[in-house]
């Protein structure tokens, strides 16, 4: 069990991490635009993973410390 509380949490992690390195790439990075573009315009009731990075981020910490700390107690 805590092998795979351990593997969710690095997931979770890379995945909140990926997503806050993206916002700094140019958003026509790969098309060969003329300026390099930094904002994205969405519209707010679209859904989007983006939204959940920070979420992400935060349940993977918290569940890489429970997986380290049932290692120590277990």
């Keep these: 069990m805590t092998k795979f509380i351990f593997i969710i949490s690095i997931i979770l992690i890379a ?6 390195i993206s916002d700094f790439l140019p958003v026509d990075m790969f098309n060969g635009g003329g300026e390099d573009e930094y904002l994205k315009a969405v519209p707010s009731d679209s859904f989007s993973w ?6 992400a981020l935060i349940v993977g910490i918290a ?12």
């Design 63 to 74: 569940l890489f410390a429970v997986s380290k700390f049932t290692n120590i107690f277990g």
């Design 50 to 55: 983006s939204q959940y990075r920070l979420h």
């Design 15 to 20: 995945f909140g991490l990926i997503m806050f």
